[in-house]
């Protein structure tokens, strides 16, 4: 059951509130399916939509019967568009529409209908097919459509959307008054293999992780980390970049804290992490704590303003040199918490790892990997440009030659 206040969607948006109509208090909103429902299902049904089960992943992995009954959907183009959405995906359709008003017959349809979805298919694939197009039936969303929309459009759409005979009208659709942004999902969506970035980020963290295990890097680096944190007397902390959550984990057994936020631009990690915190069986107050948002570290985002700390672990050095400049006015300018905590690897340590060639990076995704000197310059540069100090802390065994292998940056305002 999905309670949507219609009224409560418009207050605060700027420019809307004068509009002067009654549009805003009297529209179908919370009687037809829409985005809300997807973010819905997202929540209740996160894991049955990844297609994994602890005790039965045969079964999850397996085509059963099923229908789903759509209750009421909004859908202007008719039942034309429904049809040729779903008939495609191998469902038997069953359309009833309704009258606008049934004590005015005259009024004639509306754009309203009652569907009914039956098929032999995987639970996974019919709760990703309804999750991706009932917002492309009513072309309507609730929030502000931007990059990420693309992502999770592609990621939710695997293994179907690419072969799908009205892929062109899904992603317009599903990515309304977006040209660019349809463009751009379509092109992707032409790659014929399509690699999931996420996987091959998961895989190669893997390595990394395995190559940096005898000396149990990740271990030292939140115990630095969190260090800082204590000495700085922090409360409220981002973690941007969070992955699937290790930091985050050692965050929430530190008492001094009372807000804590992971950001991360990849979906599927924040997944992993809500998981592998058993977000959904946490205790109240330590549920209240925590909050995991979608985002990108390449636009100024709100929601980042008014910590006193930010911890941005090993993220730097996946971003392209160019980006790192929008990275820097993202944090620095306009979320500017007091300290902001970087780490990133000293690439002269990377001759101590026996399974590391030469030459390479530890990580595939890795755009770079600094030595201390390139490090210490640029947060020099960054410190100057937004007013802050910065202050150096090795993590991990100190050489005497080439030093530690992760570096640490403590900025303070
Ligand atoms: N801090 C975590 C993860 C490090 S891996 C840890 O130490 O375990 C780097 C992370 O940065 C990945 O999860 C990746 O999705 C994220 N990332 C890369 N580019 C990003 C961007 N533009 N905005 C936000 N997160 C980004």
Redesign the pocket.
């Known amino acids: 059951m999905l309670d949507v206040d219609p009224v409560a969607l418009v207050r605060g948006r700027h420019g809307q509130r004068d509009a002067g109509t009654l549009e805003q208090y009297v529209n179908d909103r919370p009687y037809v399916l829409t985005s809300f429902l997807s973010v819905a299902m997202r929540e209740a049904f996160g894991t049955a939509m990844s297609g994994r089960s602890k005790s039965r992943q045969e079964l999850a992995g397996q085509a059963i019967p099923l229908i789903a009954k759509l209750a009421v959907v909004s859908c202007r183009p008719g039942e034309r568009l429904i049809r040729e959405l779903f008939e495609p995906l191998g469902y038997r359709v069953t359309c009833v529409r309704h009258p606008l008003d049934e004590n005015f017959p005259e009024w004639g349809e509306g754009p309203y209908y009652s569907v009914e979805l039956e098929g032999t298919v995987r639970l996974r694939d019919l709760l990703n097919h309804i999750y991706v197009l009932v917002p492309v039936l009513d072309a309507e969303k609730h929030y502000w459509v931007g990059k990420e929309e693309v992502e999770k459009l592609l990621r939710k759409g695997e293994g179907w959307l690419a072969a799908h005979p009205n892929k062109e009208a899904i992603v317009k659709r599903y990515l309304p008054r977006q040209r660019q942004l349809a463009r751009e999902a379509l092109a992707r969506l032409a790659e014929e293999d399509n690699p999931d970035p996420d996987a091959a ?1 998961e895989q190669n ?1 893997e390595q990394e992780v395995k190559m940096e295990e005898p000396i149990r890097l ?1 271990q030292q ?1 939140m115990g630095s980390v969190t260090a800082v944190l204590r000495s700085v007397e922090a409360k409220r902390v981002l ?6 959550g ?2 985050l984990r050692e965050l929430l057994a530190e008492k001094g804290l009372t807000e804590i936020v992971g ?4 979906f599927r ?1 924040l997944e992993i992490a809500s998981q592998r915190l058993k977000l959904e069986r946490m205790a109240p107050a330590q549920r209240e704590k925590l909050k995991l948002l979608h ?4 636009y100024r985002d709100k929601r980042l303003a008014g910590y006193e700390a930010a911890t941005v ?3 730097i050095e ?2 392209d040199a160019p ?1 790192l400049a929008v ?1 820097e006015r993202v944090v620095f300018e306009a979320a500017r918490p007091k300290t902001v905590v970087v780490t990133t690897p000293n690439r002269e340590y990377n001759v101590k790892f026996a399974t590391l060639p030469a030459g390479q990076f530890r990580h595939k995704d890795h755009r770079f990997e600094w030595t201390r000197e390139q490090f210490q310059q640029w947060s020099g540069r960054v410190a100057e440009r937004f007013g802050y100090t910065v202050r150096f802390l090795p993590v991990g065994e100190e050489d005497a030659q080439v030093g530690p292998p992760t570096q640490m940056g403590v900025f303070s305002l």
């Open positions: 980020a963290s990740w680096r973690d941007l970049g969070c992955g699937e290790k930091l950001m991360d631009v990849s990690s985002g990108s570290l390449m672990v090993e993220v996946h971003l980006r990275f």
